[in-house]
């Protein structure tokens, strides 16, 4: 069974940092792309960044590029979210999912929350 | 670049068919057939119900189909049931840097 388990979401103060955490099982993690897709409190869902199976190639959305950083462990089937310098805006819960291609989502962690205060 | 667009609410009776739209331009849903759904249910991780545009993930039921005309898609559901209201959210691949782009979200009522 394919599983992806979200952690490290907390409150943090504006221009803090915080590490995200995804670890996944059920699948051969280094065969696929992976996602961060965020959601703000009542609002719709925005992706953030993507990772390439290696992690030899990276995207982010314009609004995180330079203060985030996607990375990937295949040896610990790890999906991380290093966010520096987080905003107010930055607040959401930030779910991983496993890209099937072209930013196809079939399976999602459970979510964690990251809260900026300000 | 904003997001798709989605009419913010849609309801209907259940047994009744209902349609979503989700208009982008010729840089995402128009340009590509990468255009997924999604349904979220209150305090729930979204779940994958079309890709793209048409194809159904094993597990997700036949009443739920998907179409594209041009720069806009359209989730239908048909014979609907209290368990499909819901948050529904289109995506589409995009040529922008943004890689992906979600619509706003349409809440689905039930009545």
């Known amino acids: 069974e394919v599983q992806l388990v979200d952690s490290g979401g907390a409150l943090v103060q504006a221009g803090g940092s915080l590490r995200l955490s995804c670890a996944a099982s059920?699948?051969?993690?280094?065969?696929?792309?992976m996602s961060w897709v965020r959601q703000a409190p009542g609002k719709g869902l925005e992706w953030v960044a993507n990772?390439?199976?290696?992690?030899?190639?990276?995207y982010y959305v314009d609004s995180v590029k330079g203060r985030f950083t996607i990375s990937r462990d295949n040896a610990k089937n790890s999906l991380y979210l290093q966010m520096n310098s987080l905003r107010a805006e930055d607040t959401a819960v930030y779910y991983c999912?496993?890209?099937?291609?072209?930013?196809?989502?079939?399976?999602w962690g459970q979510g964690t929350l990251v809260t900026v205060s300000s | 670049q904003s997001a798709l667009t989605q009419p913010a609410s849609v309801s209907g009776s259940p047994g009744q068919s209902i349609t979503i739209s989700c208009t982008g331009t010729s840089s995402d849903v128009g340009g590509y057939n990468y255009v997924s759904w999604y349904q979220q249910h209150p305090g729930k991780a979204p779940k994958l119900m079309i890709y793209?545009?048409?194809n159904r993930p094993s597990g997700v039921s036949n009443r739920f189909s998907g179409s594209k005309s041009g720069n806009t898609a359209s989730l239908t559901i048909s014979g609907l049931q209290a368990e499909d209201e819901a948050d529904y959210y289109c995506s589409s691949h995009t040529s922008s840097t943004t890689l992906e782009i979600f619509g706003g979200g349409t809440k689905l009522t039930v009545l």
């Open positions: 059920g699948f051969t993690f280094s065969s696929y792309w």
């Open positions: 990772i390439k199976e290696d992690g030899s190639d990276k």
């Open positions: 793209e545009v048409s």
């Open positions: 999912a496993r890209d099937n291609g072209f930013q196809t989502y079939e399976y």
